[in-house]
């Protein structure tokens, strides 16, 4: 053995480069000079990415560890305009990168133009000197040469930037990283890179706000006195959303907007929302949307090319793994996969949590453009989805709203009702376009099928918005298959919906049309749970009498076909009708006998409806502390009985008898919270009662200036709402509360305002009992000057 080395080369072709073993040395020429004229110009217009752009050029400090930057992105992101940007700013600082920067633009994508990872050795190896007929011929070698000649210049105190556009989905891109740790690397590409020792960075779409801005700024830089972005702002965001943020589809659109220098905003956004496919107006010469998602598409097998086409089918903006293995007809882990290898690629976004999947606005077009291209069927597939959804929400809504002893499934679905809750509430929006997908695809039968359990569900949570949408086309479907059950059905439930958003008029219309179709019927539960309904409207209208006529029935209906859930619900109606006419001990053995029912029937939350009812008449007959216990029996409910509106509304009733048992305090607390449950859930009606009964603690309190402000935020929410009875309640209150200051004046004009709403409302008692206070006042206080 011995402690020395001795080389032998023979073989060899010496050009002032030594090979030795595995490591090759580099004797540089005296002016190194790597291709900087050939890294392209950065655009003038960059907007958003400014985290990014910080991010990078952070990551290829000298002080820096981190050496290589992998920027990933679905195609027209802006991989390249970042790679640019960052290296153009990076040169221009003082000893970043005095060696310069060698740039090669791979076209990972495109099988005409792609440069292979051995070709771009030999463009890098020539950049950095090497004479062509020492560059050696296989991509190993070239590579070692190629890391030694940069780890040379990096001990030479000449860092070189390397930059690696559109990099191709191949792991000979290793041969093209260095191996020095000094040279930094910045990569793009249409996929994944996290098999590289790199920081990884994936771009998603701009928002509006940065997606308008690169548009304005691409405008302005060709056209400096443009003013179509100032004059048209609103336009120009709804651009930007049909772009999806997209920026290559934002550049083409200024430079359409360019050529045409008169062309407004508007007409550019009416043409993109037209029936013309959109991706056919997002190109400009050698500039196009389609083409760059087709150089991706082309790189797919027949298994992800297939889920990729089939994405565009379903409905909703985000999907789950099991929606997709539906349109997919493969198994869940296969799915997945395919979910996973589309991601990698940015063809698909992964979501939150896990198992959430994306489509972005523009390759959503161009999958249906594929799928359209398609000479297979996909019509079962569709179909397979939309079963799927209805069976879903049917056995979710099933868990959520029935008692255990009517679910029908063996093995539920959903463990628990909080489960079932979670599911519909992440696929909510999914849902509702489904439905109204199915129905303008003239599947009636689906629609109305899905329209059943999904209304139940809306209407319950408060999506109201959302459930007359699914409820106006369910409706109409089951008019054009004429399924007059489901028809009569939908219309009961239309005219709950229409009630909660006090649309009273045409509620009590839907009502009565369902009421009438279940007589021709003569299908007694179904027009037992349409009396009901129709019932809750009248009530709202301030129809008592005719309102305790429709629940009667509804209750002797649903007796006859021994519906003892139906019973309950009809008889705990009629007591809170009572509680509205006065009739407080009427009211209170309705209300518990519909409690005990719901008990014996396992119905925890019609139990604690009924009792939180009971608790108000209890109230009312001046039994306060008793009321209190019924109200904290239904606090000490199970979680997850009582919804989100439930508890507001019980906690409001709760703070009323707060306020009668002299609690201002604990009535004020209780109040905040369902305040806020209702502005949540946009209740303008709801919160103002509450509004309403807040001012009334302030009255108790004597806190008079307090009470006039949340009097007058009442009044403002009433107006909205449109209930004149209640806001003849509020403008007396508000009297009481200027009088208390001295502002009789006011006082007065609200007492008249009042009466008269009073009057029109059909409250004949209350608004005599106004009047006479007005004369009160004008009696004590004479004409009073209005105070400054």
Known sequence: MTDTTRNHIGGGVFFDLVVQGRTVNLTLPDRPDPALAGLPPASAAFAGRLGQLDQVLGALAPATSATAVAVTGLAGMGKTELLLQAAHRALREEDWFPGGVLFVDLHGYDPERRVSPKRALGTLLRALGIPPEHIPP????????????????????????????????????????????????LLSARHSLAELDALAMSLRQLPADEGAQLLGDAL???LPEDRRMADEAGEAERLVTLCGGLPLALRILASLLVDVPTRPLSHLRRDLEGTLPTLSLLSREARAVAPAFELSYRGLNDGQARLFRLMCLHPGPDFSTEAAAQLYGGSGKETERLLEDLARRHLLEPGEPYG????????????????????????????????????????????????????????????DRAEALRWLEVERRTLVAAAVSAHEAGDDTTCVALAVPLARFLAHMRYLEDAEQVLLAGIQSSRRCKDAFHHAALLSSLGVVLASRRKLGKSTRKHRKAVKICRK?????????????????????????????????????????????????????????????????????????????????????????????????????????????????????PDGVLLPHDRAVELSNYACTLITSGDFDAALTAQQEALLTFRRLEERHAEAMVLGNMALVRHRQGKWSKAVRLHTLALEAFLESKDDHRLAQEFTSLAVALLRQGCNTEALENLELAADLFHRSGDTERASGTIALADQVRRRHGTVARPA
């Not at 409207?537 to 021994?562: I, P, T, W």
């Open 138 to 185: 296989d991509i190993e070698e070239r590579a070692r040469v190629y890391r030694s000649a940069l780890g040379a210049l990096t001990a030479a105190g000449r860092r070189v930037l390397v930059v690696l556009d559109d990099v191709p989905a191949t792991d000979t891109i290793r041969h093209l990283l260095p191996g020095d740790g000094g040279t930094a690397t």
């Open 220 to 222: 302005r830089t060709a």
């Open 356 to 415: 959430r999947w994306r489509l972005h606005s523009l390759v959503r077009h161009y999958s249906w453009e594929r799928l359209a291209a398609d000479t297979g069927s996909w019509d079962e597939c569709r179909t397979r989805l939309l079963a799927y959804f209805h069976e879903m929400t049917t056995l979710a809504c099933e868990r959520l709203f029935e008692p255990a002893a009517r679910q029908t499934a063996v093995e539920p679905r959903f463990s």
């Open 521 to 637: 019927l003569k299908d007694p539960r179904a027009l037992a749970g349409a009396l009901n309904n129709l019932g809750l409207s009248l009530h709202e209208r301030r129809c008592f009498d005719e309102a305790m006529r429709a629940h009667a029935e509804a209750a002797r209906l649903f007796k006859r076909v021994g519906d003892r859930l139906g019973v309950a619900r009809a008889l705990s109606n009629t007591g809170e009708t009572m509680i509205e006419l006065g009739r407080g001990e009427e009211a209170a053995r309705a209300l518990r006998k519909a409690a005990k029912i719901f008990r014996k029937q396992g119905d925890l939350r019609g139990y604690a409806q009924a009792l939180g009812s009971l608790a108000r008449a209890t109230r009312d007959d001046g039994k306060a502390e008793l009321a209190l216990e019924l109200h904290e029996r239904v606090f000490g409910m």
